[in-house]
């Protein structure tokens, strides 16, 4: 559920949400659809794929977005590649590792009300991304949705250079 919202506007917008026992994190649905594009009814589920990012968060990938897309591919077994015994230190098995890593969330929009419920896999947990009854940090900025436990989120934004996030900042609002 959503608790308390920390900043945002039309485009950037980071929300206080929780992990249930369950895996589930209620979302504002309208918000994660737009920056997903899912096409979603009140009542419908519909599978992403997420995975992790280099701080450990996971993003949520758009269904159209071309590594979704090949990643199902991989999903439905069609690799055309034979891979030998010996092949351990390839690029390619370092590829299909991580391909194989994503995971898949489902996304229910609720009959009621404005949410949608993000359910993750017990994989989620099992792998001490997150905890359940843990908060987490809802990031969307554009296409992009990423979930961060709190503490790491705390971590990542904290500010030593104000110099330095001045001049980013210029840069990215001014494009």
Same mark, same amino acid.
């Given at each position: ?5 920390? *900043? /945002? ?13 369950? *895996?589930? =994190?209620? +979302?504002?649905?309208? *918000? ?7 096409? =979603?009814?009140? /009542? ?8 992790? /990012? ?7 990938l758009p269904p159209e977005s071309d590594l979704s897309k090949l990643r199902s591919r991989l &999903? ?9 015994? &010996?092949?351990?230190? #390839?690029?390619? +098995? ?28 017990? #994989? ?8 359940? /009854? ?7 900025v554009g296409e992009l949705v990423e979930l961060w436990p709190q503490e790491r989120w705390r971590q990542v934004i904290a500010n030593r250079d104000?110099?330095?996030?001045? *001049?980013?900042?210029?840069? +990215?609002?001014?494009?």
């Amino acid at each position: 559920m959503v608790r308390k919202h920390l *900043r /945002g506007n039309n485009s950037v917008d980071a929300a206080l949400v929780w992990i249930d026992d369950q *895996r589930r =994190i209620d +979302v504002d649905r309208e *918000r994660v659809s737009a920056a997903l594009n899912l096409k =979603i009814d009140a /009542g419908e589920t519909v599978r992403v794929w997420a995975l992790s /990012g280099a701080d450990n968060q996971l993003q949520l990938l758009p269904p159209e977005s071309d590594l979704s897309k090949l990643r199902s591919r991989l &999903e439905g077994g069609s690799s055309k590649k034979d891979i030998s015994w &010996e092949a351990g230190g #390839d690029s390619d +098995v370092a590829t299909y590792r991580q391909l194989v890593g994503f995971f898949s969330v489902a996304c229910h929009a609720r009959k009621t009300g404005n949410r949608l419920r993000l359910t993750l896999p017990s #994989d989620v947990v099992d792998l001490a991304y997150f905890k359940p /009854g843990e908060p987490l940090i809802l990031f969307c900025v554009g296409e992009l949705v990423e979930l961060w436990p709190q503490e790491r989120w705390r971590q990542v934004i904290a500010n030593r250079d104000l110099r330095g996030l001045t *001049r980013r900042a210029r840069r +990215v609002l001014q494009r």
